[in-house]
C-alpha cells in the first residue's frame, strides 16, 4: 500500500509531510525499475526535500542540500544516483561509477539497505559496504574477486581502500555523495575527505546533504561541488500562530526538566518508571557514562522487564549492530547511547529522546531530536537541566534554533 499527502490540519498524520507531487511526475521521468522499487516500498509522493532534489541532481546539477532530520534525504540522493548509473551502460567489474560518504558505520549500512532494493534493478552494478570494525584485507579480497562499482561507507575506510587498491578505476566516476557532511567535518575526517575528492574525475556530479550548515560546510561545498544549486527545506510550525520555519519537526515537542545535580539520577529513574510503555533514546555525554548506566538500570527492581539496551563507539562493531538491530525491533525500550547514534539513524517508532547530558553544540541537539517525530509524525524531547548555567544555556539554544514547541 502507497501513502497518500493529506492537508496539514491532523498533525499525527505522517503523511502531512508528504508533498503532491508524485514520484512518477518529477521531470526528468524515473524510470519503470526505479518506479516499481518506490511503489514495492510503499512511496508514491515525494517529500519536499526528494521533489526538490532528485530532478536537479537528474539533470546533471551539483547539489548543497540543507534539510531538517528525517525529511528523506537518503532518498533523495539514491534515487538520482540509481538514475544516474542506470545511463552506464557494461560497467567493468572495477571500474567505480559512485561514491557515497557517510560519518558512521551504522549510517553507511542503513544507506546500503535502503539502496538495495533499487541498486539489485541495476543489472551490472555492484555495490560495496566499506565501514571499519572489520578486517579491511578481507574487503579487499572481496572486491578483488566481486568487483565494485558503487562504494558505500565510512571516509577511513573508504580512503584506506583507496589508497591499497590500485586495481580501482575512478576515471568515470559519475557521482559523488557527501551525507551528514557537517558530522563529517566535526569528527575530523576533512583530510580523508579532501585526499578521496582529489583522486575522483572533476567532471561528476557532488550531493552535498546535511541537517546543519556551518562554515566547515561551506568550505567543503566551494571545495567539492562546482555552482551548487542550494536546497533548503525547512519544517514550518505554527508558533503563536504565526508559521515560522524550524530546524527541527513540527511533529517534535520539547520540555526541559530542571534537577539539582544529586537529584539527577534520581529523576531519570522517575522518568523511566513513569514511561515503562515508550520506546526512547537516552544521551550521555561519554562511553563510560554509558556502560554505569548500562550495567546499574538492569539491577533496578522498579525497572524489572525493561529492555535496556548500550550502545556507544568502543564496543566491538558486532555488538553495535547487534544493540541497533535489536532496539529497532522492539515496541518499547530504552537506547542508552552516545551520540555515535545521533545522526541519520531511522529507527522506527521513536516515542522520546532524553537528554541526560544536554549537548554543548546546537547542531548535534537537532541532530539527536531527529530520531523521534520524523517525517510528519509526533514526538517529544526532554532535556534534563542543572539550575543556573545549564538552564541559562539552553535558553539561549532555544532562541537560536527558533524552536517553538518546548515547554
Ligand atoms: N516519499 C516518502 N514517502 C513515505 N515515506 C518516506 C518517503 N521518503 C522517506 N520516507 C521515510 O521517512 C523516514 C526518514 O527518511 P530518511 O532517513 O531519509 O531521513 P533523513 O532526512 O535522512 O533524516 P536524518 O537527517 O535524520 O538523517 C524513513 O523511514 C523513510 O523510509
Redesign the pocket.
Known amino acids: 500500500m502507497t501513502?497518500s499527502p493529506s492537508s496539514d490540519s491532523d498533525p499525527s498524520d505522517p503523511n502531512r509531510a508528504?508533498t503532491e507531487t508524485r514520484f512518477s511526475d518529477l521531470t526528468p521521468s524515473l524510470s519503470d525499475e526505479v518506479l516499481e522499487a518506490l511503489t514495492s516500498s510503499?512511496?508514491e509522493?515525494?517529500?519536499p526535500v526528494?521533489a526538490a532534489t532528485i530532478p536537479l541532481l537528474c539533470s546533471y546539477k551539483d547539489v548543497a542540500v540543507d534539510?531538517a532530520?528525517?525529511?528523506?534525504?537518503?532518498?533523495a540522493f539514491v534515487v538520482p544516483l540509481v538514475e544516474i548509473l542506470r545511463r552506464t551502460k557494461n560497467a567493468k567489474p572495477h571500474e567505480v561509477l559512485g561514491v557515497i560518504i557517510s560519518p558512521t558505520r551504522e549510517l553507511s549500512s542503513q544507506i546500503f539497505h535502503v539502496a538495495q532494493p533499487f541498486i539489485s534493478s541495476l543489472p551490472d552494478i555492484k555495490p560495496v559496504l566499506l565501514v571499519g570494525g572489520s578486517e579491511v584485507k578481507s574487503d579487499m579480497q572481496k572486491i578483488e574477486d566481486e568487483g565494485a562499482n558503487l562504494l558505500i561507507g565510512t571516509p577511513g575506510r573508504l580512503h584506506d581502500i583507496m589508497d591499497r587498491m590500485d586495481i580501482l578505476d575512478f576515471r568515470n566516476l559519475e557521482i559523488l555523495i557527501l551525507d551528514?557532511a557537517d558530522r563529517l567535518l566535526d569528527m575530523g575526517f576533512q583530510k580523508q575527505i579532501n585526499s578521496i575528492i582529489s583522486r575522483l574525475p572533476k567532471l561528476r556530479r557532488t550531493g552535498l546533504f546535511s541537517?546543519t550548515q556551518t562554515e566547515a560546510v561551506e568550505e567543503l561545498a566551494k571545495a567539492g561541488l562546482r555552482n551548487p544549486v542550494r536546497v533548503e527545506v525547512r519544517a514550518e510550525t505554527k508558533s503563536s500562530g504565526n508559521l515560522t520555519s524550524s530546524k527541527t519537526p513540527s511533529g517534535l515537542h520539547i520540555e526541559f526538566i530542571k534537577c539539582e545535580a544529586d537529584k539527577k539520577s534520581s529523576q531519570l529513574v522517575d522518568f523511566f518508571i513513569k514511561n515503562k510503555s515508550k520506546k526512547m533514546i537516552v544521551y550521555f555525554m561519554t562511553c563510560a557514562s554509558v556502560d554505569y548506566w548500562g550495567v546499574v538500570l538492569p539491577r533496578l527492581a522498579v525497572l524489572k522487564g525493561l529492555n535496556i539496551i548500550p550502545l556507544h563507539g568502543k564496543m566491538k562493531q558486532s555488538a553495535r549492530e547487534k544493540a541497533l538491530a535489536t532496539f529497532t525491533s522492539l515496541s518499547d525500550g530504552i537506547l542508552m547511547c552516545t551520540d555515535v547514534a545521533a545522526?541519520?539513524l531511522?529507527i522506527p517508532g521513536v516515542d522520546c529522546i532524553v537528554q541526560y547530558d544536554p549537548p554543548q553544540d546546537p547542531n548535534v541537539f537537532i541532530h539527536r531530536v531527529?530520531r523521534t517525530a520524523?517525517?510528519g509524525r509526533q514526538g517529544s524531547a526532554i532535556v534534563f537541566l542543572l539550575p543556573k548555567v545549564q538552564t541559562s544555556q539552553f535558553v539561549c539554544l532555544f532562541i537560536i534554533l527558533h524552536l517553538p514547541n518546548f515547554t
Request: aromatic share 8%; with cysteine; proline share 0%.
Open positions: 501513502s508528504l510503499g512511496f509522493y515525494c517529500t526528494q534539510a532530520t528525517g525529511s528523506g534525504k537518503t532518498l551528514e541537517a545522526r541519520g531511522d531527529g520524523r517525517l
